[in-house]
T-cell receptor
Framework: EAGVAQSPRYKIIEKRQSVAFWCNPISGHATLYWYQQILGQGPKLLIQ????????DSQLPKDRFSAERLKGVDSTLKIQPAKLEDSAVYLC?????????????FGPGTRLTVL | QQPVQSPQAVILREGEDAVINCSSS?????VHWYRQKHGEAPVFLMI?????EQKGHEKISASFNEKKQQSSLYLTASQLSYSGTYFC???????????FGGGTRLMVKP
């Protein structure tokens, strides 16, 4: 079974530039999460989708971050404009459980460096 | 609120045991444990759903004390492959969002 796919794996941009990350969850998984993991810290949830609807985006900085999940499958996370403090690994995870309480399967992440 | 993990880091020799603790300031209904190796994605270890429940995965087990609002992860006879950062995650009241602790870095040496 294929795992969660993310691209790109690495991205370096200048501050105030825009960047987008892509995630393809495990086939059939209804729930999709985006996390931000700053070096040395635990993952912080940014947004949760169930199918193509947003369940919770209370921790998403909406002035610069946006995310969508078209057709309830792939998802993109965008940052516009980027700040230095956005340097982190962005992890996508998916789960077959709609309640959100079950095991989450993480992708390899995208390491973003903002200069 | 973020759960608090202790210790922040531990170094073991192969074959030694370790305990990692996770405590919360709010009521807990479940605790999730993940391990993340350097440069890799977090990998699920186990979920504890009921107070007092203990689960095991090979020589890694965990307990959940609902009254004390804490969980402990026990690594017995550690192996080199156990090295990594261990995170506990606690759900919000709706049970749909996980908040992860700061992690415990475990290094097992030969």
């Amino acid at each position: 079974e294929a795992g969660v796919a993310q691209s790109p794996r690495y991205k370096i941009i200048e501050k105030r530039q825009s960047v987008a990350f892509w995630c393809n969850p495990i086939s059939g998984h209804a729930t999709l999460y985006w996390y931000q993991q700053i070096l040395g810290q635990g993952p912080k949830l940014l947004i949760q989708f169930q199918n193509n609807g947003v369940v919770d985006d209370s921790q998403l900085p909406k002035d610069r971050f946006s995310a969508e999940r078209l057709k309830g499958v792939d998802s993109t996370l965008k940052i516009q404009p980027a700040k230095l403090e956005d340097s982190a690994v962005y992890l996508c995870a998916s789960s077959p459980w709609t309640s959100g309480g079950g095991e989450q399967f993480f992708g390899p992440g995208t390491r973003l460096t903002v200069l | 609120q973020q759960p608090v993990q202790s210790p922040q880091a531990v170094i073991l020799r192969e074959g030694e045991d370790a305990v990692i603790n996770c405590s919360s300031s709010k009521a807990l209904y479940s605790v999730h444990w993940y391990r993340q190796k350097h440069g890799e994605a977090p990998v699920f270890l186990m979920i504890l759903l009921k107070g007092g429940e203990q689960k095991g995965h090979e020589k890694i087990s965990a307990s959940f004390n609902e009254k004390k609002q804490q969980s402990s992860l026990y690594l017995t006879a550690s192996q080199l492959s156990y090295s990594g950062t261990y995170f506990c995650g606690t759900p919000n009241n709706a049970g749909n969002m996980l908040t992860f602790g700061g992690g415990t870095r475990l290094m097992v040496k030969p």
